[in-house]
């Protein structure tokens, strides 16, 4: 079945950045619960092309209601629908992330956002130890023209322990491990996004493969899991 995502979203979603509030939501809640439905089928179309070639254990879909507790911003809900896919632990690491976002806003993500503080340390030190295989993947010309570089937050000079000399502590200082690719609203809208979107997640597959290796071993090679 070739599913798109509808036109309707980004006319929803301009409409509300310009009433951010309750009553106008509540009264609009039936559009919105009908886009929801078709965005949704959209979201379960793209974990299953996922599942054709990687193991997907889990769709989650972000609710539209934002948790102002902590946060400056008061405004009571998101202007944009995100979905993350989560691989099969223990043997498959990271994850795969779409966002759907009027005003050329919309976007696909993979790798790691908030890795665990022991595979963080493990990432790093595999980095410090022989960081070529990483980099034949991420600097690969057709990965890269489709990806781009490696993002995430980072470090100023050096985590604890490492050396802000080593010659691979561009990748060391990372404290995410993320790829990013934007979207326009055109491209979102048109017939081959969902094509697309599978092939790029599945381009990224060789960096997750590579990542799953590293985190499911140790320094030795010798598997970490049953």
């Known amino acids: 079945m070739s599913l798109t995502v509808p036109k309707s979203v980004f006319t929803f979603f301009n409409r509300l950045e310009k009433n951010n509030n309750r009553e106008w939501f509540n009264e609009h ?32 879909i972000f609710r539209i209601y934002r948790d102002v507790r902590f946060s400056k911003n008061k405004l009571p809900y998101k202007t944009h629908f995100g979905g993350s896919f989560h691989r099969t632990k223990p043997r498959l690491r990271g994850g795969y992330y779409l966002q759907i976002q009027p005003n050329n806003e919309s976007f696909i993500a993979a790798g790691f956002w908030d890795p665990a503080k022991e595979d963080l340390l493990r990432i790093r030190k595999e980095f410090e ?98």
């Open 29 to 60: 809640k039936p559009e919105f619960k009908a886009i929801e439905k078709e965005v949704k089928a959209f979201y379960q179309a793209i974990y299953e092309d996922l599942n054709i070639h990687d193991d997907i254990d889990r769709l989650k």
């Open 129 to 226: 130890i022989d960081d070529a295989e990483i980099r034949e993947i991420i600097e690969d010309k057709n990965f890269q023209s489709d990806w781009g570089e490696l993002v995430g937050d980072q470090v100023k000079t050096a985590p604890k322990g490492f050396s802000k000399d080593h010659k691979s502590i561009d990748l060391i200082r990372k404290k995410q491990f993320i790829f990013v690719k934007k979207f326009t609203d055109s491209e979102v809208l048109a017939p081959n996004f969902r094509a697309e979107i599978a092939r790029s997640f599945k381009t990224i597959r060789p960096y997750f493969d590579y990542m799953s290796a590293v985190l499911t071993t140790d320094l030795n090679g010798v598997s970490t899991i049953d």
